[in-house]
T-cell receptor, first 111, second 115 residues
Framework: EDQVTQSPEALRLQEGESSSLNCSYT??????LFWYRQDPGKGPEFLFT???AGEEKEKERLKATLTKKESFLHITAPKPEDSATYLC????????????FGKGTMLLVSP | DGGITQSPKYLFRKEGQNVTLSCEQN?????MYWYRQDPGQGLRLIYY???????QKGDIAEGYSVSREKKESFPLTVTSAQKNPTAFYLC??????????????FGPGTRLTVL
């Protein structure tokens, strides 16, 4: 069964303390890996799409990378406003454009 | 501004009632989706539609129904057959199957509570 696993489930950082979130997948025929940010009570906000191993994308303090089995979301010198739940999703060859989501990592950045 | 709107933001339902959640998009996207989000769980796909007048069941379609009469609109009805409907419901849209860029963009969500 295709699966997407995110770790850790929750992460608490001090402001300025860099770290990484992990998204591992056991799927065949990956046709894209997506990262979203979700604030409490709101819809997910699109961050990045990665299509092939070795690809990297950056946005402000966030950098997403992709290997054949996992993706990392690196957060450099985080600020309290980076606190949110970060969701990872994959799109498969066999599916139409449907996405399979992980359960997310809840990030809390303390000042 | 282009985007996706969902209404209402909060909805309360008595047991045995059907309720309809609204989703409208002005992004000119062909595809639209409905997800359900429960605490501690990932988003689960309820229904999706690739084109007007066509839709497919997702992973958890039982107790739900949809229609797609217009490109801009994809309403979701939660029927009395759905035994545990209390959840946060998210609508999303994306460009069509032929596009290389298929990111899904989400609305603000509707929180449904069964009284």
């Amino acid at each position: 069964e295709d699966q997407v696993t995110q770790s850790p489930e929750a992460l608490r950082l001090q402001e300025g303390e860099s770290s990484s979130l992990n998204c591992s997948y056991t799927v065949s025929g990956l046709r894209g890996l997506f990262w979203y940010r979700q604030d409490p009570g709101k819809g997910p906000e699109f961050l990045f799409t990665l299509y092939s191993a070795g690809e990297e994308k950056e946005k402000e303090r966030l950098k997403a990378t992709l290997t054949k089995k996992e993706s990392f979301l690196h957060i450099t010198a985080p600020k309290p406003e980076d606190s949110a739940t970060y969701l990872c999703a994959v799109r498969l060859n066999s599916g139409y454009s449907t996405l399979t989501f992980g359960k997310g990592t809840m990030l809390l950045v303390s000042p | 501004d282009g985007g996706i709107t969902q209404s209402p933001k909060y909805l309360f339902r008595k047991e045995g009632q059907n309720v309809t959640l609204s989703c409208e998009q002005n992004l000119n996207h062909d595809a639209m989706y409905w997800y359900r989000q429960d605490p501690g769980q990932g988003l689960r796909l309820i229904y999706y539609s690739q084109i007007v007048n066509d839709f497919q069941k997702g992973d958890i379609a039982e107790g739900y129904s949809v229609s797609r009469e217009k490109k801009e609109s994809f309403p979701l009805t939660v029927t009395s057959a759905q035994k545990n409907p209390t959840a946060f419901y998210l609508c999303a849209s994306s460009t069509g199957q032929g596009s290389s860029y298929n990111e899904q963009f989400f609305g603000p969500g509707t929180r449904l509570t069964v009284l």
